[in-house]
């Protein structure tokens, strides 16, 4: 009996873009308050821009939903090379002034006007570069030995190591983070042996507990800035590890932050209603916005309808019937996980300042587009399963 194909609106799933569209547009009124409240010459063009990046990641979604399998198969290899060559833009086009401001090199500039941030795009091209590496490899060694695993880290070193030496270029600390999240989903589930596995995990985090421990010390922190470590760097990790005892000067943005949160209170002090300064709020401390204006049962909404996404995104993940398919979605769901978990940690408190971005609601074009194209892609599972 031949299968009844299905129209373009029930191919889609109503279940994952329902709270993406709840999500912009809890951002676009987050924006407009915060905009409203602190530039409020420029609350139009904002807007105007936002709205605009909003219908064009949309569109861009719309498209790459209706890409074929095998058509992404093919290109994934050029959207890599493509990110790689736009991530060397910045350190040629970049606003000294921006950089000054943030100790990054992150965005391309040309004048005085700000275009675009590469590494946005490129952690869907990292996205899609891996996936397609850990289905050749577990159809090259479908039955692997540790000598396998080992050549398989290999290739993801190769692939990876290229995109981490731009970032390190850009001083971009924030963003590198981000791509290891997506790196370490896509091993979990490659099928690389747990004896190679729980070892680098082990020595992860007794690195990292040895770096914090380091930086308690003065002498520790004269050493980890001769080895390198940018001075923008060294502040916020300290702005996060006693932030009151630098509430005037580097860790005024934490403490204001962490002051707008409590001061909402349970119901928040209403809709445009901003008492206290937060440095960037449109952007990356939007959070905050959420919390003075709508008070925990709004950031409780924001966190729900989170939750629901990535639930929708994880059965979206097991129902597929195809492992390019399924290795994307990790990938993806990985890339927004750490997004939400770095941005809103460090709007509380709990972990340093980066500069990540809140998905679907902070200010910005490119974290916005890449967002939607990275939904597109979770769509096109559903959309396109009758051919897969």
Not at 11 to 40: A, C, E, H
Not at 297 to 310: C, H, K, R
Request: net charge neutral; proline share 4%; aromatic share 14%.
């Amino acid at each position: 009996m031949t299968e009844k194909k299905l129209t373009f609106d029930k191919k889609i799933d109503y279940g994952l873009v329902i709270p993406v569209i709840l999500l912009v547009t809890i951002g676009l009124v987050s924006i407009f308050i915060s905009v409203g409240s602190d530039y409020p010459d420029r609350v139009y063009n904002t807007m105007f821009l936002q709205m605009l990046w909003l219908f064009l990641g949309c569109l861009l979604a719309v498209v790459v939903m209706r890409f074929k399998l095998s058509f992404l198969w093919r290109i994934t290899p050029w959207l890599y090379v493509l990110g790689l060559v736009l991530m060397v833009l910045p350190l040629f086009l970049y606003s000294p002034t921006l950089v000054a401001s943030t100790g990054a090199k992150n965005w391309v500039s040309i004048g005085s006007v700000t275009l675009f941030q590469p590494s946005e795009f490129m952690k869907i091209s990292y996205i899609l570069a891996l996936a397609r590496l850990t289905l050749w490899g577990q159809n090259r060694w479908p039955d692997p030995s540790l000598k396998d695993n080992w050549k398989l880290l290999g290739l993801y070193a190769l692939i990876s190591l290229p995109v981490f030496t731009l970032l390190a270029l850009q001083s971009d600390l924030g963003t590198a983070l981000v791509f290891v999240a997506i790196l370490v989903g896509l091993i979990f589930v490659s099928g690389i042996s747990w004896k190679i596995i729980i070892p680098v995990a082990l020595a992860v985090i007794i690195s990292i507990g040895g770096f914090l421990y380091l930086f308690t010390f003065d002498a520790g922190k004269e050493w980890l800035f001769n080895l390198g470590m940018d001075t923008y760097q060294m502040n916020r990790i300290s702005a996060w590890l006693d932030p009151f005892s630098y509430a005037q000067n580097i860790a005024y943005q934490q403490t204001q932050a962490l002051i707008s949160i409590g001061s909402g209170g349970l119901l928040g002090k209403g809709f445009n209603v901003l008492e206290l300064a937060v440095p960037v709020r449109e952007s990356d401390m939007i959070f905050t916005v959420i919390a003075e204006d709508f008070g925990f049962i709004g950031t409780a909404v924001v966190l729900s309808l989170y939750l629901f996404l990535i639930f929708r995104m994880l059965r979206v993940t097991i129902a597929s019937n195809n492992r390019f398919y399924t290795f994307i979605c990790i990938g993806f769901i990985m890339m927004i996980v750490f997004h939400i978990f770095e941005n809103i940690g460090a709007n509380i408190g709990i972990l340093p300042l980066t500069g990540i971005p809140l998905p679907f609601i902070s200010q910005g074009g490119s974290s916005l587009i890449s967002n939607l194209i990275g939904v597109g892609l979770i769509l096109s599972v559903t959309y396109n399963r009758q051919e897969t």
